[in-house]
């Protein structure tokens, strides 16, 4: 028999979900909001189910969809774009497979930071690009100059870089941007540019797109999705914007993956990106709220939390509990407490801090209680 590809682990987040169903626990592990966004988008697709267009869209997505993208950047980011170079597609994860699809040959070099997104990885190694890590350090999850030049070589093709950052909770500071773009430019590299969580930003934390640095905008392609900024995760309504002449191989991608992503969802995204910037402050100001909530509640059982600028995960110090590695202590704190999380170490491809797990906030408030009540109780 030929050999098949073994190179795609399970997914840490289907491992964790199916393990908080088999016992029952409160799941702040895959990180999705128990309650769904604005019911005046959720009515627009419904409307748009009935009425049509039910077949086919656009292969690069609907014209008023693509013009709210653009429109979007330019309110929040003072980003000028052309809505005929924003791509849409099914999920931010189908953007980055795209990306990388477009951008990767065989050999080329791919940088990235350690931890990440736990599809990256695996998808720079499908398409046959080699990844190169740069650790961040707990607790303020900050990069060397020397690690940041170590990774860069004569070979590297771009860098893939999460902006507010999943699982670390990070919002790269204006400089750092700086540093990653000065590596782009000498090495005349691009940047894929994971934004899913541009509007989740708390507090003084500001996200700075490295697109909008100087001569960045056309080494840099940005993704954002739906899910994130509309609570609306099962959608998978993702979006990708850059120069034309990195839209267009992408969408050569996108065309043999997926072609298109459903209409009536796309019509209802259209008209969310158009609400007022109420809405959108909001959304920060109530995770910020119950990232407070939970971090206290953690707080008072004697796990300290690290800074959390953006996304909506809180990154908890388990060290104190001696409970053994992150991958144990998460397994036992769902069979024994019925609270899941995710173990940090699932997020690093180089050396993983062993006593961090990921917990995710964007709950309502009796469960995030719940979970910290549980963990008393099994204290
Ligand atoms: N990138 C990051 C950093 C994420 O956290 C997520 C959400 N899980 C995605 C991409 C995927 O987004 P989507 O659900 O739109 O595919
Ligand atoms: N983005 C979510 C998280 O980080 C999970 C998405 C998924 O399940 N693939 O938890």
Known sequence: THPLYTGMPTTIFEVMSRLAIEHNAVNLGQGFPDVDGPEEVRRVAADALMEGPNQYPPMMGLPELRQAVAGNEARFFGIERDPAHVLITSGATEALSDCLMAMVEPGDEVVVFDPCYDCYVPLIKRAGGVPKVVPLSPPDWSFSQADLNAAFTDRTKAVLINNPHNPASK?????????????????????????????????????????????????????????????????????????????????????????????????????????????????????????????????????????????????????????????????????????????????????????????????????????????????
Not at 196 to 210: K, M, N, T
Not at 211 to 230: D, H, N, Q, W, Y
Not at 341 to 369: I, Q, W
């Open 171 to 379: 919002v790269f500071s204006r400089e750092e941007l700086e540093r990653v773009a000065a590596k782009l430019t000498a090495h005349d590299a691009y940047a894929i540019c994971d934004e899913v969580y541009e509007h989740l930003v708390f507090g003084q934390a500001e996200h700075v797109p490295l697109a909008t640095l100087p001569g960045m905008a056309e080494r840099c392609v940005r993704i954002g999705s739906a899910g994130k900024s509309f609570s609306l995760t099962g959608w998978k309504v993702g979006y990708v914007a850059g120069p034309p002449a990195l839209i267009a191989p992408i969408a050569k991608a996108h065309q043999f993956t997926t072609f298109t992503t459903p209409p009536n969802l796309q019509k209802a995204v259209a008209f969310g990106l158009g609400l007022s910037d109420d809405y959108f402050r909001r959304l920060a100001d109530e995770l910020a709220t119950k990232r407070n909530r939970l971090a206290s509640g953690l707080a008072a059982l004697g796990l300290p939390t690290l800074q959390a600028d953006g996304s909506y995960f809180l990154i908890a110090d388990i060290g104190q509990l001696g409970l053994g590695s992150d991958v144990d202590a998460a397994q036992r704190m769902t069979v024994e407490a019925g609270v899941t999380t995710v173990p940090m170490s699932a997020f690093y491809s180089g050396d993983a801090p062993n006593h961090l797990l990921r917990f995710c906030f964007c709950k309502r408030d009796e469960v995030l209680d719940e979970a910290v009540t549980r963990l008393k109780a099994w204290q």
